[in-house]
C-alpha cells in the first residue's frame, strides 16, 4: 500500500522541542525528494522545509536554525526535529513525498496537529 504515515502530535510550550516522523511504504523511498509543510488556523499551506534524495537539505527562513529535517533510507523515514518552538509555529504538519518516474504521483500524509502554547 502506498502511503505516508505521520507520528509526533503534541501540545509543546513555548521554547519547547518537538520530533515529528513520516514513514512510507510502497515508493522507492532513496529516490524520493521529502518535505514537510504546515497549515496554520485560516492560512495556506505553506513549505517548511525540503530534502533530497541525497539528503541536500532547505528550509524557508522563518524555521532556519530551529528546524532541521532529515531521513533514514534504511527505515523509509523523513524526520523534523523542532526546537525553540513558537507560537507561530502552530499548524497542521504534513508529510510530502514528490513525484519520481517509479511513482509520478504526489503523495501526503494525513497531517499532524502541533500546537505550541503555554
Known amino acids: 500500500q502506498v502511503q505516508l504515515v505521520e507520528s509526533g502530535v503534541g501540545l509543546v510550550q513555548p521554547g519547547g522541542s518537538l520530533r515529528l516522523s513520516c514513514a512510507a511504504s510502497g515508493i522507492i523511498f532513496s529516490i524520493t525528494p521529502m518535505a514537510w509543510f504546515r497549515q496554520a488556523p485560516g492560512k495556506e499551506r505553506e513549505l517548511v522545509a525540503t530534502?533530497?534524495?541525497?539528503?541536500?537539505?532547505n528550509y524557508r527562513d522563518s524555521v532556519k536554525g530551529r528546524f532541521t529535517i532529515s531521513r533514514d533510507n534504511p527505515k523509509n523515514t523523513v524526520t523534523l526535529q523542532m526546537n525553540s518552538l513558537k507560537p507561530e509555529d502552530t499548524a497542521v504538519y504534513y508529510c510530502?513525498?514528490?513525484?519520481?518516474?517509479?511513482?509520478?504521483?504526489?503523495?501526503w500524509g494525513q497531517g499532524t496537529l502541533v500546537t505550541v502554547s503555554s
Open positions: 510530502n513525498a514528490a513525484p519520481t518516474t517509479f511513482y509520478p504521483i504526489e503523495l
Open positions: 530534502i533530497s534524495d541525497v539528503s541536500s537539505t
